[in-house]
């Protein structure tokens, strides 16, 4: 059973190629011997629809215990509409249900059932949108490295498709000011910038203590990642935008990144998050969860290549709103409970006015 949920923002937010000022969360249940499990995703209320219309029926009446067959059996069912984009997303928010039920029917926290090889899941602070003044900018900033202890944290630039990039300078050294020197400064440009910019801008970051530079150009231009990558010192990344395994594939040959990012409500879930570590692992690489962190942070557990996990200012209000349970980031990591499945419990009564479907 699928239901959607659209939630507003508590500013406006904006990044390099985007301005939004509300999130949809698509929720999904399923259930077996008295569990239910649950996942979801952030998308189109479309996502909901292709859970009801095309994937419950195909598991439905699987055994709960078998997460591949059913995972496989739902690929198979994508084929004629096309798994990247909306389907994606609907099967991934599906195969992280299934995996929540099966922890649940046995009786076990998820981590410990995908084999967790860390005890903790480092984060870093994300927000810091480009429609941010200075004021609310410092604000965010302050929370995450002040209050929380949280030792690194990322802001947008590419402001207005790379066209302010006198701006952008402002809002990173703006950023460091904020955070002093300790404190690891990431950036993320959203695909704003043309391939000469973005070598332009970054080799300023040395100066000013930028270490992370997340898709300065396209994230589907692997020569041009690639291009930047060799002429900067800082890591380049990018991937939140893979929806399959192939994807990953294409951007590890390319050489174009120095961290993988994957998002398991995009890339076919959990299932599909795993084996896109273990590809990333032979190639040399690490791995770094994109948003939804509560959906993360028991698959990063079982990444023995894993950097870090996004903890996205966005993301993070929504599933304190709608979920009992979660986690508390302090120092900068998050921690395990011995709660079964994904620790997590729906809240209904705090997102039915919210519900669009």
Request: hydrophobic content about 40%.
């Amino acid at each position: 059973m699928a239901s959607a949920y659209t939630i507003p923002t508590d500013a406006a937010e904006a990044d390099g190629t985007f301005a939004w000022d509300s999130t949809t969360l698509v929720f999904v249940q399923v259930q077996a011997a008295g569990c239910t499990g649950t996942g979801w995703t952030y998308g189109s209320v479309a996502c909901a629809a292709v859970v009801d219309h095309d994937l419950a029926s195909v598991v439905c009446g699987r055994d709960a215990m078998d997460v591949a067959g059913s995972w496989t059996a739902m690929v198979v069912a994508l084929r004629n509409i096309g798994r990247p984009g909306v389907a994606g997303m609907a099967l991934s928010a599906v195969d992280c249900a299934l995996w929540d039920l099966k922890a649940r029917l046995l009786d076990l926290p998820l981590h410990l059932l995908l084999g967790a090889v860390h005890d903790q899941v480092p984060v870093y602070g994300s927000g810091g949108f480009t429609s941010y003044d200075d004021a609310q900018l410092s604000h965010q900033l302050n929370g995450w490295v002040v209050d929380q202890r949280i030792p690194r944290v990322k802001i947008k630039i590419g402001e207005s498709r790379g066209t302010c990039t006198d701006r952008d300078l402002h809002r990173i050294k703006k950023a460091r000011e904020i955070i002093g020197p300790a404190t690891e400064l990431y950036v993320d440009a959203n695909g704003g910038y043309t391939v000469g910019q973005a070598v332009r801008i970054g080799e300023q970051f040395d100066e000013l203590g930028v270490t992370w530079f997340e898709e300065p150009v396209s994230s589907d231009d692997l020569d041009g990642l690639r291009h930047v990558r060799s002429r900067l010192s800082c890591d380049v990344t990018a991937g939140e935008y893979g929806y399959d395994l192939v994807y990953f594939d294409r951007m590890c040959r390319a050489e174009a990144v120095d961290c993988v990012q994957v998002d398991v409500t995009r890339c076919g879930g959990i299932t599909e998050l795993l084996r896109i570590a273990a590809l990333a692992a032979a190639r040399g690489l690490q791995v770094s969860g994109h948003c939804a962190p509560h959906q993360h942070v028991a698959a990063l557990a079982a990444v023995p290549n894993l950097r870090h996990l996004e903890w996205f200012h966005d993301h993070v209000r929504i599933e304190q709103l709608v979920f009992d349970g979660t986690a508390d980031p302090a120092g900068g990591a998050i921690r395990f409970n011995a709660a079964p499945g994904h620790g997590l419990t729906w809240r209904p009564s705090a997102a039915e006015p919210f519900r669009v479907r």
